[in-house]
């Protein structure tokens, strides 16, 4: 299971890497006050119809920087979930080599 855990982590870890690549390049190729305008619509709560009209007035390339702040925010939770349930083996672990002390 430890083996299984830390080559999940390592190739989230690397996804996570390839993503952030991909972000700084589309943030540059769109433009520092566009993409100031999609953290707006990223963080902000939209009904349907305005988030449609937002979608459809964006760029291909912009829609593509949304599309990898989902991606980065799935893989940036799944990699916690990983992460803790590490740490989680690692205390029974750890709590069974202190009784096998004893």
């Given amino acids: 299971m430890d083996e299984f855990l830390f080559d999940t982590a390592e ?3 690397l996804a996570l890497g390839e993503q952030h690549v991909v972000e700084e390049g589309l943030k540059t190729s769109i433009g520092e006050q566009r993409v100031e305008e999609l ?5 902000a709560d939209f009904d349907a119809n305005i988030a449609a009209a937002f979608l459809e007035s964006s760029t291909y390339r912009e829609r ?8 980065l925010a799935r893989l940036h939770e799944f990699r916690s979930k990983v992460g803790r349930e590490f740490m ?12 096998n002390d004893t």
């Fill in 11 to 13: 190739a989230l870890d």
């Fill in 39 to 43: 953290i707006e619509y990223w963080e």
């Fill in 64 to 71: 593509l920087l949304l599309t990898t702040w989902n991606r």
């Fill in 88 to 99: 989680k083996l690692n205390t029974v672990s750890a709590d069974a080599q202190r009784t």
